[in-house]
């Protein structure tokens, strides 16, 4: 079975900042070369764990570059706000990794359903790093 979280998913904060302008952040994340077909999520689910960040409006991901790119408002958050998101998200990750542990084709969604709840749970912990 192939550990989604400690092979794949915990090497995120290996992403880097390609291209940003106010408002829009491309970001690249070599790992996501290493997810199999069968693992890979859509962008409607990037979309709703990327939501809980106050002002992002949509998210894309592209496997052919590996990159997120990331539409906000800049008048609600900013590149800085969105990159401290994304390194609590893998923080939670790592707090949480055994419950997250075991990712297979059948139990995916189930298990990003949970990785969504743990984020949007812990955020009051993290959210005040974005307020203004």
Not at 37 to 46: F, G, P, Q, S, Y
Not at 54 to 59: E, I, Q
Not at 87 to 98: F, L, S, T
């Amino acid at each position: 079975m192939f550990d989604f979280i400690t092979k794949v998913f915990l090497y995120f904060d290996k992403v880097e900042v390609v291209h940003s302008l106010p408002g829009r952040l491309r970001i690249y994340a070599p790992v996501a070369k290493m997810i199999p077909e069968n693992l890979k999520v859509d962008n409607d689910w990037m979309n709703r764990l990327f939501s809980l960040i106050p002002g992002v409006n949509t998210v894309s991901f592209s496997p052919v570059t590996s990159s997120l790119l990331i539409h906000y408002d800049p008048g609600k958050t900013t590149e800085e706000r969105v990159l401290a998101y994304i390194d609590n998200m893998i923080q939670i990750i790592k707090i949480h990794n055994k419950e997250l542990q075991g990712v297979n084709e059948n139990n995916l969604q189930e298990t990003l359903n949970k990785f969504y709840h743990l984020v949007k749970n812990n955020l009051h912990t993290i959210s005040s790093k974005f307020t203004k």
